[in-house]
């Protein structure tokens, strides 16, 4: 007998990321992660919930500025100029993981990438907390600009937070069918 994957029948109305999976499953997309200052914990994150593995392609931590060029293919000259912590950076790398982190030849249907400054110093000329979500569906790029308040912990965990729920309202977007 087949193995089912183990998704749950009804998500926990309580927990954004179990609904973002079941929802995922229920429509037959695909997601990828490209993350510098979360540094995989948004990937755990979705990984968490149970049947995860029907939905998530995989992650790719680009926390080097390089990386962000030689596994995500961000433009090196847009690094330059402006640094890891910017908007088009970011969307630059959710395009990045959902071209690269392919299924059976196939793109991942959704890119997520996390980018900014936890602290507790700034970057760039960047304060703590600026933070760049980047969101890649088709030919279709978005950036979304958080400002967030804490330490440098509280800051990862708000960014993962921001990610699935900007992931959910992209979602919510799409036709149903």
């Known amino acids: 007998m087949p193995d089912v994957p183990d998704v749950p029948e009804v998500p926990d109305a309580d927990d954004p990321t179990a609904s973002l999976i079941a929802e995922l499953t229920r429509r037959g997309l695909t997601i990828a992660v490209a993350e510098s200052l979360t540094g995989?914990?948004?990937?755990?994150?979705?990984?968490?919930?149970?049947?995860?593995?029907?939905?998530?392609?995989?992650?790719?931590?680009?926390?080097?500025?390089?990386?962000?060029?030689?596994?995500?293919?961000?433009?090196?000259?847009?690094?330059?100029?402006?640094?890891?912590?910017?908007?088009?950076?970011?969307?630059?790398?959710?395009?990045?993981?959902?071209?690269?982190?392919?299924?059976?030849?196939?793109?991942?249907?959704?890119?997520?990438?996390?980018?900014?400054?936890?602290?507790?110093?700034?970057?760039g000329g960047r304060q703590p907390g600026t933070v760049y979500l980047g969101l890649s569906i088709g030919t279709e790029t978005s950036a979304v600009a958080l400002d967030l308040t804490g330490d440098r912990a509280a800051i990862r965990a708000k960014t993962v937070r921001a990610a699935v729920e900007a992931v959910r309202a992209l979602i919510a977007t799409l036709p149903t069918e």
């Not at 968490?48 to 992650?59: D, L, T, Y």
């Not at 790719?60 to 990386?67: G, M, R, S």
């Not at 299924?103 to 990438?113: M, P, Y």
């Open 40 to 123: 995989g914990a948004l990937a755990a994150e979705l990984i968490r919930i149970p049947g995860a593995s029907v939905v998530v392609a995989g992650g790719i931590v680009a926390y080097q500025t390089e990386l962000k060029h030689t596994l995500l293919g961000v433009d090196p000259a847009l690094l330059a100029a402006n640094g890891p912590v910017d908007p088009e950076v970011a969307r630059q790398m959710a395009g990045g993981a959902r071209r690269r982190l392919t299924l059976g030849g196939r793109s991942a249907d959704i890119g997520v990438s996390t980018t900014g400054v936890a602290g507790p110093d700034p970057q």
